[in-house]
Nanobody
Framework: QVQLVESGGGLVQAGGSLRLSCAASGRPFSSYAMGWFRQAPGKEREFVAAITWSGGRTEYADSVKGRFTISRDNAKNTVYLQMNSLKPEDTAVYYC???????????????????WGQGTQVTVSS
């Protein structure tokens, strides 16, 4: 079992930045691929970014490429999402997720994840 707790959300003006954190507890963090997803009101949960066990490979949704950066610190059991140049359309609840994988790979689908955090609200004003 893995417990995930997100933090760092809030209200920011368009063009601003936020850094989300996701602290993990339970099974060894370094054995899980990690990801960030978001869900806006009335919309389905969508993939944002993912990272492998080792942090050696990352993957991003086209809508956030060049603006968001996912990273992880296995010594601190934490994964981060640095969000720059925020836009009003980035407004959503952001979720952290952990996936058990057989090898060092990224996971980009919601179905591929085994554990989820409770989410943190990000609101970008225009």
């Amino acid at each position: 079992q893995v417990q995930l707790v997100e933090s760092g959300g809030g209200l920011v003006q368009a063009g601003g930045s936020l850094r989300l954190s996701c602290a993990a507890s339970g099974r060894p963090f370094s054995s899980y691929a990690m990801g960030w997803f978001r869900q806006a009101p009335g919309k389905e949960r969508e993939f944002v970014a993912a990272i492998t066990w080792s942090g050696g490979r990352t993957e991003y949704a086209d809508s956030v490429k060049g603006r968001f950066t996912i990273s992880r610190d296995n010594a601190k059991n934490t994964v981060y999402l640095q969000m720059n140049s925020l836009k009003p359309e980035d407004t959503a609840v952001y979720y952290c997720a952990a996936a058990r994988t057989l090898y060092d790979m990224v996971v980009v689908t919601t179905a591929g994840y085994d554990y989820w955090g409770q989410g943190t609200q990000v609101t970008v004003s225009s």
